[in-house]
């Protein structure tokens, strides 16, 4: 079985979320301003760009946890309990390691 659509899906993704996150670190590393109240808002927006930045590089992890499966030969098979993983559930969560089942706690 062929996964070269989720594959595709996880390197856009992976992409998009590089140069995202390239801009978040370019933004956090800008020169801050002198005025103490734009600081205290610039605080604030970077507390958000950090946050931001923690969720893309989890998901960027998931991302090339999928794509080493797919080079191994295990993509689609759930991490946990081995059994295939809905083809509609790949197509909608390409970086899923999880049945359903699994995923639900179940």
Same mark, same amino acid.
């Given at each position: 079985m062929?996964?070269?659509? @989720?594959?595709?899906?996880?390197?856009?993704?992976l992409?998009?979320?590089?140069?995202r996150?390239?801009?978040? +670190?370019?933004a956090l590393e800008? @020169?801050h &301003?002198?005025d103490? *109240?734009d600081?205290a808002v610039?605080?604030?927006g @970077? *507390?958000v760009? @950090?946050?931001? +930045?923690e &969720?893309g590089?989890? *998901?960027?992890?998931r991302?090339?946890?999928?794509?080493q499966?797919?080079a191994?030969?295990e993509?689609g098979?759930?991490?946990?309990?081995g *059994?295939?993983?809905?083809?509609?559930?790949l197509a909608a969560v390409p970086?899923?390691?999880?049945?359903v089942?699994c995923?639900?706690? +179940?």
């Amino acid at each position: 079985m062929s996964h070269h659509e @989720e594959k595709l899906k996880l390197l856009n993704r992976l992409r998009e979320l590089g140069g995202r996150l390239d801009e978040i +670190g370019d933004a956090l590393e800008a @020169e801050h &301003s002198k005025d103490w *109240e734009d600081q205290a808002v610039e605080r604030e927006g @970077e *507390e958000v760009l @950090e946050r931001l +930045g923690e &969720s893309g590089q989890a *998901e960027v992890a998931r991302i090339k946890a999928a794509l080493q499966r797919m080079a191994d030969g295990e993509y689609g098979l759930c991490v946990k309990c081995g *059994e295939d993983i809905a083809p509609a559930r790949l197509a909608a969560v390409p970086d899923t390691p999880l049945c359903v089942k699994c995923a639900s706690g +179940g």
